[in-house]
């Protein structure tokens, strides 16, 4: 089982469409980030959350802890062919270490 | 400031060999953390080091291991391949203090075992 599911697995869309991705739990968290990996590449920090409710933008993509702090969403507005990739949720392993758990991922494909 | 460095990009191993895997974290970084990557697995941890010592531990066998260096460059070591080791290994540097998580990623070295 694991600890991160994020939905949708996969995720084909035409440029200018909006989306949605998920990363849910059932377990309470401090913190989570989601981080965007391309292709031949490690996987680059986009954000980080720590207070339930919070909402942060970064240009078209806007993230959402939840009030729990169970669970997240990333919202891209007007999705352009250069969002490809491999979104991942992460939160942290327990103890203050480096650790970081990592969901499946959300392999997005934006088309011209 | 440079980014995390991993040498060799690319690596061909055959089954049983072993392999060693090296990473320069960013300057002032003192943890590493080295995970696998599969299509059917995802991100897996497999250990941390700070400081020299090893920190946390992931469910790998002890085939898989590392160390670290004075200057924290770290490398890890994979006895006795098999196919099923092919896969991304991702190292990833932190300051890893109280409150902070934020990693930072090489690009990887990419393994396949034949």
């Known amino acids: 089982t694991q600890l991160l599911e994020q939905s949708p697995q996969f995720l084909s869309i035409q440029e200018g469409e909006n989306l949605t991705v998920y990363c849910n739990s059932s377990?309470?968290?401090?913190?989570l980030q989601w981080y965007r990996q391309e292709p031949g590449e490690g996987p680059v920090l986009l954000v980080t959350?720590?207070?339930?409710?919070e909402v942060k933008k970064l240009k078209r993509l806007t993230f959402q802890f939840g009030d729990a702090r169970k669970d997240s969403s990333l919202h891209i507005t007007a999705a352009q062919p250069g969002d490809t990739g491999l979104y991942l949720c992460?939160?942290?392993?327990?103890?203050?270490?480096?650790?970081?758990?990592f969901g499946q991922g959300t392999t997005l494909q934006v088309k011209p | 400031k440079a980014g995390v460095t991993q040498t060799p990009r690319y690596l061909i191993k055959t089954r049983g060999q072993q392999v060693t895997l090296s990473c320069s974290p960013i300057?002032?970084?003192?943890?590493v953390s080295w995970y696998q990557q599969t299509p059917g697995q995802g991100l897996q941890f497999l250990f941390e080091?700070?400081?020299?010592?090893?920190?946390n531990k992931g469910n790998f066998p002890g085939r898989f291991s590392g160390r670290q260096f004075s200057n924290s460059r770290s490398e890890m070591n994979v006895s006795t391949l098999e196919l099923g080791d092919s896969a991304l290994y991702l190292c990833?540097?932190?300051?890893?203090?109280?409150?902070?998580?934020?990693?930072?990623f090489g690009q990887g070295t990419r393994l396949t075992v034949v």
């Open positions: 377990s309470v968290f401090s913190s």
């Open positions: 992460s939160v942290p392993g327990s103890g203050n270490t480096g650790k970081l758990i």
């Open positions: 300057s002032g970084h003192r943890s």
């Open positions: 959350v720590v207070t339930g409710g």
């Open positions: 080091y700070f400081s020299e010592t090893q920190r």
């Open positions: 990833a540097s932190s300051l890893a203090g109280p409150g902070n998580t934020e990693a930072f």
